[in-house]
């Protein structure tokens, strides 16, 4: 009965391979975020998606594709891993879009490790 | 630059005693601000999120000020727990389009008995 779920828990992969993270809330929430959390434990936000819209999209590299099939799911895909991309990613999601008042209900984070 | 500065960096206090944790911000314009609690390992809980107008709120044990005019806010705990040992977040939010939230590096608090 989770409110927001990902899936691996953790993840150590070599450079260069393509990975994929999953995100999943049961709150009936329209918006969904992810973050990444560096060696420092410092948050920046990624992407937001609002009801499968990107209205949020952080200064990234390419190399991370976030994607909506539907508005309680929000995967990032990761294409050619770099030793840099090690960190806690972390999916949120709130009732209504953006930055507004609402509540974010965090995941319990990703542990990605790229060897 | 919109940059929010947390202190202190790390705390340690003993059980039952009381705290106060500043965040200090230069994110405009600013909608709202946040604080948040991780726990080691765990992902980021929501403790109060405060307004232009709210001078403060309460969450149990936690109480939130805002001065919006200094651009400080600040996290009081009272009556510290063990369960209190985290890291608190400062976040804030502009009103900016699509302006990302900004988030401070934390505070990483211990409590000891």
């Known amino acids: 009965d989770t409110a927001v779920s990902q899936t691996p828990k953790y993840l150590v992969t070599q450079m260069g391979n393509d990975k994929s993270i999953k995100c999943e809330q049961n709150?009936?929430?329209?918006?969904m975020y992810w973050y990444k959390q560096d060696s420092k434990k410092f948050l920046k936000i990624m992407f937001s998606y609002n009801n499968k819209e990107l209205i949020i999209n952080e200064t990234v590299p390419n190399r991370f594709s976030p994607k909506s099939p539907d508005k309680a799911h929000l995967n990032l895909h990761i294409n050619s891993l770099e030793l840099g991309d090690s960190a806690v990613y972390f999916c949120a999601s709130s009732l209504l879009a953006g930055a507004s008042q609402e509540t974010q209900y965090f995941g319990p984070g990703t542990r990605l490790l790229v060897l | 630059k919109n940059q929010v500065e947390q202190s202190p960096q790390s705390l340690i206090i003993l059980e039952g005693k009381n705290c106060t944790l500043q965040?200090?911000?230069?994110?405009?314009?600013?909608?709202?601000l946040r604080w948040y609690k991780q726990d080691t390992g765990r992902g980021p809980v929501s403790l109060t999120i405060m307004t232009f107008s709210e001078n403060t709120k309460s969450n149990g044990r936690y109480t939130a000020t805002l001065d919006a005019d200094t651009k400080q806010s600040s996290l009081h705990i009272t009556a510290s727990q063990l369960s209190d040992s985290a890291s608190y977040i400062c976040?804030?939010?502009?009103?900016?389009?699509?302006?990302?939230?900004?988030f401070g590096k934390g505070t990483r608090l211990s409590v000891i008995a």
């Open positions: 965040c200090n911000y230069t994110v405009s314009p600013f909608s709202n």
């Open positions: 709150l009936g929430h329209d918006t």
């Open positions: 976040v804030v939010i502009s009103s900016s389009g699509n302006t990302p939230l900004v």
